[in-house]
């Protein structure tokens, strides 16, 4: 046996090796193919993935195709083997690491359902569990199995797929759509007959009815626009869709230009206020916090205003010179008595003072002009409220700084420069 190193193959900007033994020289019957390090694929699927087969005569060239196939999916982020050599051939054994999938969305097929969808990629990809790889083969594999099955349908449009940022949760999407669609939403409907009346419900339709069909967008309005109205009034588990398209008519004509969507609504229980618990603070008393928070005991857990809490929080905290202060909420529901509390960490971290200001950009007059609109001192405690309204001066306000000096500028780079050592920070503004 002897010990190969593979060419480094770029996936997703990350490097990634594969290692091998292989046979010094010429061919030899493949009796085996194992593999191991799998989490959610089988050893049938890995050797049906790299295109070796038992039984066929194989040289250290293959082997090593082999390995780079297996890469290529997309579907693993590292991947090494080695190799036994018997009488009557040769066993291989690859060593992989999944890499990280992501939920598969399809944004404007509105014909078909999800589940329609996913079974046609299954039909080139079996493995398909409802996720995929950012990129890599099995990405253009799956849009390729989607192409067909629209094509099948008799609907002769453009399938392109693309990485968004999940509409509906934390992360990334792998989502699916039609170019150039010419569809419209006509009417948004919703379970909860008071969402029909509300007036401020009704005004913020119009801000997408009538706007090319999409669920990332009807998504993030569900998200963005009704989920606060049920946040508000303490339905803090209020589920929303998934958005269902109800056409009639024969998926195999042309698509209408008009779509109605009904959206499912179960508003779920009223939690009220329990209690937040605090850990970590030392410069905010835990009654000062639960302050912050303005709602009381018994009270409708608002969830629009717990949020705007944790960020008001912060920002008290910056304000005191606290710049890397964490506050990390874990919520914990109490299904019986319908209530909600919360245990918060508190990192408060190192406080910093004013040190310096570094101008770049301006003539010399109007740096003077700043420096003297600037109020901190050298070793002031650094209010980083008062750094937000002074940009918020020089982007829209320039003339209370500038006064009379003509100061020709479209933006204001702005940085702070910590040094935690120190607590030290300097301002770094950059006109340009």
């Known amino acids: 046996m002897r010990f190969w190193t593979a060419p480094l193959l770029l996936l997703l900007s990350l490097a990634h090796s594969i290692e091998a033994q292989t046979p010094d020289s010429g061919t030899t019957a493949l009796r085996e193919i194992h593999a191991d390090g799998m989490k959610t694929l089988s050893e049938p699927q890995i050797v049906t993935l790299s295109g070796l087969t038992p039984g066929a005569q194989v040289g250290k060239k293959d082997l090593q195709t082999g390995a780079d196939q297996l890469l290529q999916t997309g579907l693993f982020a590292k991947v090494s083997y080695n190799f036994q050599t018997h009488p009557d051939g040769v066993s291989v054994t690859f060593h992989i690491e999944e890499a990280p999938r992501i939920p598969v969305y399809f944004d404007n097929v509105p014909w078909f359902s ?79 007959l008071a969402l029909a009346s509300s007036r401020v419900v009704q005004q913020h339709l119009s801000e997408i009815v009538g706007k090319p069909y999409s669920r990332v967008t009807i998504d993030l309005f569900l998200s963005e626009q009704i989920r606060p109205i049920y946040q508000q009034q303490g339905y803090l588990r209020a589920n929303l869709g998934p958005p269902e398209v109800r056409l009639t008519s024969n998926p195999n004509q042309k698509l209408p230009g008009q779509i109605p969507v009904f959206v499912p609504v179960a508003a779920g229980p009223l939690f009220r206020w329990k209690s937040a618990e605090w850990k970590g603070n030392s410069v905010l008393n835990s009654y000062a916090l639960t302050e912050m ?32 202060a964490k ?106």
């Not at 990129?135 to 990485?163: C, D, I, K, P, S």
């Not at 509906?168 to 759509?177: C, L, N, R, T």
């Not at 857990?301 to 944790?310: K, L, N, P, S, T």
């Not at 919360?342 to 950009?361: C, F, L, S």
């Open 114 to 192: 999800d589940a329609e969808l996913a079974g046609a990629i299954r039909t080139k990809l079996p493995f398909f569990d409802g996720t995929l790889p950012e990129a890599g083969n099995v990405v253009e594999e799956a849009a390729a199995a989607l192409q067909e099955f629209l094509t099948a349908h008799g609907m002769n449009v453009a399938l392109e797929h693309q990485v968004l940022a999940n509409p509906v949760a934390d992360g990334s999407v792998q989502e699916f759509h039609i170019d150039g669609a010419s569809l419209q939403i006509a009417r948004i409907e919703f379970s909860d």
């Open 327 to 432: 506050v990390d909420p874990v919520v914990a529901y109490d299904d019986q008595a319908h209530g909600v509390s919360y245990a918060v960490a508190v990192q408060e971290g190192v406080q910093y003072h004013y040190n310096a200001m570094v101008v770049t950009g301006m003539s010399l007059a109007g740096e003077r002009l700043i420096r003297e609109a600037w109020r901190m001192k050298p070793g002031d405690i650094f209010d980083k409220t008062q750094f937000e309204q002074f940009l918020t001066t020089l982007q829209l306000h320039r003339e209370a700084i500038f006064k009379e000096l003509p100061a020709h500028y479209e933006e204001v780079g702005h940085w702070l420069q910590t040094d935690p050592q120190r607590g030290a920070v300097d301002v770094l503004l950059d006109f340009k």
């Open 293 to 324: 928070i303005g709602i009381k005991p018994g009270d409708p857990a608002d969830g629009v205003a717990i949020e705007g809490a944790w960020d008001r929080i912060r920002e008290e905290y910056a304000r005191r010179g606290y710049l890397e």
